[in-house]
Every structure is written in structure tokens, then in C-alpha cells.
């Protein structure tokens, strides 16, 4: 089966840039109509959805969030990436990288995730 892991550091200091990279294995991120996502979840919180990259490399990304993150990929690596920009305390977080299998009518199908990582950001 498809398998993802989440890679990077789990500490960042505060106005300093997340960078998490996402492995994948079993599948291609390049193959349609896949989008792959991260997904956050802090403390005593529920699911986040920060943003994806799709099949064809366009992105997407919560309006909220948008200005200080950027999602990437490289093919040749089967790998996509995050990077947040001037992260605080309230960014800390298990961060997940999923597939989405995005059926139409059904809204995203979060099928195959990662076993997510803690990043704390320190004060």
C-alpha cells in the first residue's frame, strides 16, 4: 500500500521557518487524480488542513495561512514538502502528510496518512 512519512526538525524557534519534507512510497505523486495534503493538529485541538499539491504541481492552501506558507515537491524524489514562515508557539503541532484521493461529491477522502510528526515551537 501507499505509505507516507513525515521527516524534519522537531524543534523551531520562534520567527524561524517549519520545513517538513514528506516521503512517499507504494505510489507517485505524480499519478492521477491524487492531491497531497498537511494536516495539523495542536494541542487538545482537532484537524487542521493547511494546503496541498495536486497531481500536476498546483497548489492549494488555507486562506488563513497562505501567506506564510508554501508547499513543493520533487518528483524525482517522490517527495513534497512544507515550509511555514515566522512561526510562533501557536504553530506547534503534530503535522500530518495525506493523500486525497479528492472524489468529486464526496469532498476530500483522506485515505493514506502519515504517522505524523511533533514540532514544537519554542517561545
Known amino acids: 500500500q501507499v505509505q507516507l512519512q513525515e521527516s524534519g526538525p522537531g524543534l523551531v524557534k520562534s520567527s524561524q521557518t517549519l520545513s517538513l519534507t514528506c516521503t512517499v512510497s507504494?505510489?507517485?505523486?505524480?499519478?492521477?487524480?491524487?492531491?497531497w495534503s498537511w494536516i495539523r493538529q495542536p494541542p487538545r485541538k482537532g484537524l487542521e488542513w493547511m494546503g496541498a499539491?495536486?497531481?500536476?504541481?498546483?497548489?492549494y492552501y488555507r486562506p488563513s495561512l497562505k501567506s506564510h506558507t508554501s508547499i513543493s515537491r520533487d518528483t524525482s524524489k517522490n517527495q513534497f514538502s512544507l515550509q511555514l514562515s515566522s512561526v510562533t508557539p501557536e504553530d506547534t503541532a503534530v503535522y500530518y502528510c495525506?493523500?486525497?484521493?479528492?472524489?468529486?461529491?464526496?469532498?476530500?477522502?483522506?485515505?493514506?496518512w502519515g504517522q505524523g510528526i511533533q514540532v514544537t515551537v519554542s517561545s
Open positions: 499539491i495536486a497531481y500536476d504541481g498546483s497548489t
Open positions: 507504494g505510489g507517485s505523486i505524480t499519478t492521477s487524480y491524487y492531491y
Open positions: 495525506v493523500r486525497d484521493s479528492n472524489v468529486y461529491g464526496l469532498g476530500p477522502q483522506y485515505d493514506y
